[in-house]
């Protein structure tokens, strides 16, 4: 069964990084195309980065553009987001998912374009 394990997440002070990781079980990373996406309590699930199965294509929303870097290591079995330069408003559980059979790269931050997802890992950035 496929399997997608977030860890990484923590309470980090405004200004400072994190690292996220997704692993994969069940399927071969090299397969999938990979989202990141987040939730703020009362606030819906919005996307906020993605990479495509050959890690050439990224993307970002407008939030976070300049301060997170996505990547994956298919070796690994492992996709990741690099936090930079956090804020407040970028607080929220962080859930990696898996593109489906009609993924394009160009609507990647669409949810519609994911079927498997992790069980997230929580982002607190505080003061």
């Known amino acids: 069964q496929l399997q997608l394990v977030e860890s990484g997440g923590g309470l980090v002070q405004p200004g400072g990084s994190l690292t996220l990781s997704c692993e994969m079980s069940?399927?071969?990373?090299?397969?999938?195309?990979i989202g990141w996406f987040r939730q703020a309590p009362g606030k819906e699930r919005e996307g906020v980065s993605c990479?495509?199965?050959?890690?050439?294509?990224?993307d970002y929303s407008d939030s976070v553009r300049g301060r997170f870097t996505i990547s994956r290591d298919d070796a690994k079995n492992t996709a990741y987001l690099q936090l930079n330069n956090l804020q407040a408003e970028d607080t929220g559980v962080y859930y990696c998912?898996?593109?489906?059979?009609?993924?394009?790269?160009?609507?990647?931050?669409?949810?519609?374009?994911?079927?498997?997802w992790g069980q997230g890992t929580q982002v607190t950035v505080s003061s």
């Open positions: 990479i495509s199965k050959s890690g050439i294509n990224k």
């Open positions: 998912a898996v593109g489906t059979a009609w993924f394009t790269q160009r609507h990647c931050l669409q949810q519609s374009q994911y079927g498997d």
């Open positions: 069940g399927r071969r990373l090299n397969t999938a195309a």
